[in-house]
């Protein structure tokens, strides 16, 4: 472990593990997202969209053809050996040299805890890496999340709606992020 992990896992002061998903069922992937959506668009979404998105996202089937066909590398966070969060990427998102975060989503209850600032920073790490020039990912314009993202140095660079069938659709922000 390199001393920038070290100095950032005694700021949070307990034990983040970050670990690429080896399981080909998503299990803990689909058990947080289970838990978190319905916290987090509850609000802004419908039940039927919420639903809707859910069972295409986030089937075994849909996530097995995003990792193995699409090319999205899927982490956990781990604290005290218990999964509390995951994100998704991908490298040379559109042909450019940007990562895009497809995914990122911590339990509700271990919010707040440096979790979603380690993923970034880990993905951060792995884009620069790989010699990408900008991390890009998409919220919903009433995500909470937008604040979040802010304070880490994210900015808005366009808004984008996103048809995703059966007349819904996702209205976001597009937020990019130099490294």
């Keep these: 472990m390199d001393k920038e992990v070290r100095k950032k896992l005694k700021t949070v002061g307990f034990m983040i593990e970050i670990q690429k998903n080896t399981d080909s069922n998503f299990a803990n992937i689909r058990t947080i997202a289970e838990e978190v959506w319905p916290i987090t668009y509850g609000a802004i979404l419908s039940k039927e969209q919420l639903d809707y998105m859910m069972k295409m996202m986030y089937s075994t089937t849909s996530l097995q053809k995003q990792a193995n066909e699409k090319g999205h590398h899927f982490i956990l966070a781990f604290t005290d050996k218990i999964p509390v969060g995951f994100a998704s990427y991908e490298f040379n998102y559109n042909g450019t040299v940007a990562t895009k975060i497809h995914k990122i989503y911590v339990?509700?209850?271990?919010?707040?805890?440096?979790?979603?600032?380690?993923?970034?920073?880990?993905?951060?790490?792995?884009?620069?890496?790989?010699?990408?020039?900008?991390?890009?990912?998409?919220?919903?314009?009433?995500?909470?999340?937008?604040?979040?993202?802010?304070?880490?140095?994210?900015?808005?660079?366009?808004?984008?709606?996103?048809?995703?069938?059966?007349?819904?659709?996702?209205?976001d922000y597009v937020m990019k992020f130099s490294i």
Excluded at 135 to 162: P, R
């Design 107 to 171: 339990l509700a209850n271990q919010q707040g805890k440096g979790i979603g600032r380690f993923l970034i920073d880990y993905i951060a790490k792995e884009a620069r890496q790989n010699k990408q020039g900008a991390l890009l990912l998409n919220v919903n314009k009433h995500n909470v999340a937008i604040h979040f993202y802010k304070k880490l140095g994210f900015l808005i660079t366009s808004e984008e709606i996103i048809d995703i069938g059966q007349g819904y659709v996702m209205d």
